[in-house]
């Protein structure tokens, strides 16, 4: 059997949504290029085309830097993409992308390992394209970050130029001055002329689905949105506290009447975060809490929503068990007082205390280490998403820390007993999960590079894996058996249908 998802529905659908938040944008002939902000949480930059006439998206690439310069060729169908960034110790490093629109293929042009940081392109013709370049580092060179070396690079047939083939020597070139420009208000400007019902992209964090059929998200500088059956948004709940603020986890009460979401607070990691809870008649703000530490609000196997610390160091500690009959942790011990000295972490438990009479989260009754939280001896494992399945074991996903950054295998999905603490399996992977859950026999996992995954559950293996046509996941919820809700970085939430033909 093989299986196939399908999009039955689209929320949040609107102009230009694969182009994210519009940081530069170039017209030319009839196409228009957008390439969006550099979003940290994917630690990646969109880059899509559209034709004007009807606004269809034509091609869509992700880059893993910030995007400078965009250039179409002027005969062939191709978009030139320049990228870049400092990395914040001595050198600019960066990419020249070449998008084909119509097989929507990418190529990597620089052969150096560490590339260059495109600041201009330009096709002086059909064979010759004009760079503009950050220098390679900024040893002691203090204009590096205003000045660059312009190049010129000939290929007969851009369309068959191979990856890595421009190499160093053909990137030397005069030093200029190269001013780092803001197109973002220009490219804002741009979208808006084109279309009228474009808007800021938004990363969606949750996605819930109610049993009359509405959609609740929670998505960057909203705490929550509601969206009708019908694909009009019925209420907003916007959060003031920037585009990096917003909602992060959302538990509908039992009842449905409303829904609780807890917000992001970037840059706090000490300070109050605070879970709001709204009508989902209309929106309206019915209650707040700040705890005082970090947590992950979650839903129980009895559908009340709790809250989970999340520890000392939340981007590490992070545990979010859906479904969980008691509220699950990764606490982390420190064996001295010197912040030098390792610290080691466990998977702990506790049982919910009980419900209060006024709706609010379940709090945690006295936490029992159960073993440690990494299986592999002398690992030390980081938190991620996970769901209690039907027989008490656990299914969650997380990565390997390594001070040299994530290493291939380095990220993980395991199903784990709750009595032994012994993996049942373990499925590793090179992109860390950005979410998971779970139906009766298939666990499924959207990861950051913009792959799903169905892993089956007696054993973690494959049992298929899609990608969403120029969209990253980053929120995924089960409503039924092979039914998926999709949450994506580029604001939208998508209704799938996992379907098998023989």
């Not at 009708?228 to 009842?255: F, I, M």
């Not at 500690?317 to 010197?338: D, K, Q």
Request: a negative charge.
């Amino acid at each position: 059997m093989i299986d196939s998802l399908r999009v039955e529905r689209i929320w949040g659908d609107r102009p230009f949504a694969e182009g994210g938040e519009p940081a530069l944008a170039v017209v030319s002939d009839g196409r228009l290029a957008v390439a969006g902000e550099f979003v940290h949480e994917s630690r990646r930059a969109p880059v899509a085309v559209f034709d004007i006439g009807d606004l269809t998206c034509r091609a869509v690439l992700r880059s893993r830097f910030p995007v400078h310069a965009l250039a179409f060729h002027p005969t062939l169908p191709l978009l030139a993409v320049g990228t870049g960034s400092y990395d914040g110790g001595y050198f600019f490093e960066g990419e020249l992308l070449l998008l084909d629109l119509e097989t929507s293929t990418v190529v990597s042009l620089f052969e150096h390992r560490l590339g260059r940081q495109v600041l201009g392109l330009e096709w002086l013709d059909d064979q010759e394209l004009r760079l503009v370049l950050a220098p390679p580092d900024d040893w002691q060179d203090r204009a590096a970050r205003v000045e660059g070396h312009v190049a010129s690079v000939r290929r007969d047939d851009w369309r068959s130029v191979a990856p890595a083939s421009i190499e160093p020597e053909e990137l030397a070139g005069p030093r200029i001055a190269a001013p780092r420009l803001d197109g973002r208000v220009q490219a804002r400007a741009t979208v808006s002329r084109l279309s009228a019902d474009a808007e800021p992209w938004r990363d969606v964090r949750a996605v819930e689905r109610l049993s009359d059929g509405r959609v609740l998200v929670a998505l960057a500088g909203v705490a929550v949105e509601c969206w009708l059956p019908s694909g009009e948004l019925q209420w907003r709940v916007p959060d003031d506290n920037g585009q990096d603020s917003g909602g992060r986890d959302l538990v509908v009460a039992p009842d449905e009447r409303s829904v609780w979401a807890g917000l992001v607070r970037p840059h706090r990691r000490e300070s109050a975060q605070s879970l709001v809870r709204c009508s989902l008649a209309d929106g309206t703000r019915i209650d707040e809490i700040s705890p005082l530490h970090p947590y992950a609000l979650v839903r129980c196997a009895d559908d009340l929503p709790a809250v989970a610390s999340a520890g000392e160091w939340p981007q590490s500690s992070r545990l979010r068990i859906r479904r969980g009959r008691r509220i699950y942790v990764r606490e982390v011990e420190r064996t001295s007082a010197s912040m030098r000295t390792p610290r080691f972490a466990w998977l702990s438990a506790a049982d919910p205390l009980p419900a209060a009479t006024d709706g609010r989260p379940l709090k945690s009754g006295e936490l029992r280490r159960l073993f440690p939280y990494s299986w592999v001896q002398g690992e030390t494992h980081f938190a991620g998403p996970g769901v209690e399945v039907a027989d008490g074991s656990l299914v969650y996903a997380g990565t390997v820390h390594d001070g040299r950054g994530l290493q291939p295998g380095g990220a993980f999905v395991l199903r784990r007993d709750m009595t032994t603490g012994n993996p049942l399996w373990v499925f590793r992977t090179d992109h860390s999960a950005v979410d998971l859950d779970a139906d009766a026999d298939t666990a499924y996992v959207a990861y950051r590079d913009g792959e799903i995954l169905a892993l089956d559950l007696q054993d973690g293996s494959v049992r298929q894996r899609w990608r969403l046509r120029g969209i990253f996941p980053t929120a995924l919820t089960v409503t039924g058996a092979g039914r998926l809700l999709v949450g994506t970085s580029d604001g939208r939430a998508f209704d799938c249908r996992v379907a098998r033909h023989g």
